[in-house]
């Protein structure tokens, strides 16, 4: 039999459960793809952002980092992957997406900037035409955040440019090929998920790249010198899709969108740590740290100079933005 009350309970209970269901299909669930292992401090920061949202949207918002190249996506893909909605959220590396859009890669150009602070000032002026390419390819940017500087990670020791020639080394973009062809070296672009085996294979003796990479990779199994060069920077970008975005209120927008730009400050300080941290990692595994001398530097620095005026004749869009930073730093 049934009683008012129990017509009354269950009523209760169903609506209850309606609500339930209308809240989880309310919630929204993302995956993120990215490249780099758990351990890397670009994934950090990542799933330290992921928790903030989700905390702060009380769930509604959840994302799921999935790092390692779980989703199956190369780095190099990732623009094209999120532009595609292939994937809504994806931690793309600048540099990587030069066939693309090559103003990526002003980041790239031989010795632009010669410290975090003059990087900082670069984005101050290369962030606004990131923010129009991410527009153009179907994405918002949530934040960037820089790699730390760049080594050359050798088997050989090496005291000048002329020990350089020749060596098979791992670059991560186009214009890195360019650079370090330029200095003698047999650059080879290859993506990171597959730097270790040609590593391994013999298929490379170096590879050039941050210190954090180089504990990713276990350097010091197929390596033994490390060179600060500091010749160029990458700034790894984390886009969503906007058909993807723009399923998300207003309200839950505004709320990602400032916790991506309250926590990038911390990102960047992650990063200079994480240079500092990974330095030391290469040299508790056996790795030598090889001084540069000045008259290498300078050797170097001369055979790349040309890279900074071929770069913004072949994107024009970069001259202005160049000019503009070289002007502020006083080296206009």
Known sequence: MIT??????????????????????AATSWDMSTVWPDGNFHTQNAMS??????????????????AGGQLGFKGPEHLRAVRDGLVPLADVLNIQQVGDEPFMG?????????SVDELKVL??????EYEKIAARNNQK????????TQYLHLKTK???VEGLKNIKIRVPDKNAVEMLNAIGMAAVMIPWGETIPALASGAVAGVSTSSVS?????FWEFLKYVYPTNHVWSSQMLTVNLDAWKALGADQQKLVADIAAKMEPGFWANSLKADVDSLNRLKEGGMEVVPVSDAMMKDIRAKTAPQLDAFLKRVPAADKPVRAYLTEIKRG
């Open 214 to 218: 180089g504990v990713d990779g276990k």
């Open 106 to 114: 002003v980041e790239s150009i031989p010795f632009l900037c010669g």
């Open 141 to 148: 940017i949530l934040y960037i955040v820089p790699w730390p």
């Open 123 to 128: 984005h101050k002026y290369v962030r606004p």
């Open 4 to 25: 008012r009350r129990n017509f009354t309970v269950g009523a209760a209970t169903l609506l209850a459960a309606g609500h339930i269901s209308t809240r989880a299909r």
């Open 49 to 66: 952002f992921a928790e903030e949202v989700k905390k702060q949207s009380n769930g509604a918002v959840a994302i799921t980092v999935k």
């Open 158 to 160: 090496v005291a000048d």
